[in-house]
């Protein structure tokens, strides 16, 4: 059974910074990309950054120079290190699976596991 558990969100000012971790079980992690997605109340889930099995990321453009994902393959963990963070950037962050070569899209439906999330707060 595949379990993914995030880790290390909170409250923070703006300008602050912030460490996400997410692990999964259950899988063979190699085989598969990773990514964080946002859901900020009464909008749409959109994705932040995705990783795949060789390392190669992909950010939404307005994260892109603020945030870095990173894997540790022997653990099955990613990390998502924020800084900068700006009030726009709270929502709930998710982590998840994908199996599919089009991970790089940073679509939802191309993500097939989830975690129950993480909230991030940014206070202006």
């Known amino acids: 059974q595949v379990q993914v558990v995030e880790f290390g969100g909170g409250l923070v000012q703006a300008g602050g910074s912030l460490r996400l971790s997410c692990t999964a079980s259950?899988?063979?992690?190699?085989?598969?990309?990773m990514g964080w997605f946002r859901q900020a109340p009464g909008k749409e889930r959109e994705g932040v950054a995705a990783i795949d099995m060789d390392g190669n990321t992909r950010y939404a453009d307005s994260v892109k120079g603020r945030f870095t994902m990173s894997q540790d393959n022997a653990k099955n963990t990613v990390y998502l290190q924020m800084k900068s963070l700006k009030p726009d950037d709270t929502a709930m962050y998710y982590c998840?699976?994908?199996?599919?070569?089009?991970?790089?899209?940073?679509?939802?439906?191309?993500?097939?596991?989830w975690g129950q999330g993480t909230q991030v707060t940014v206070s202006s």
């Open positions: 998840a699976v994908s199996h599919n070569s089009e991970w790089w899209l940073l679509s939802p439906n191309v993500f097939g596991y």
């Open positions: 259950g899988l063979t992690f190699a085989t598969y990309a």
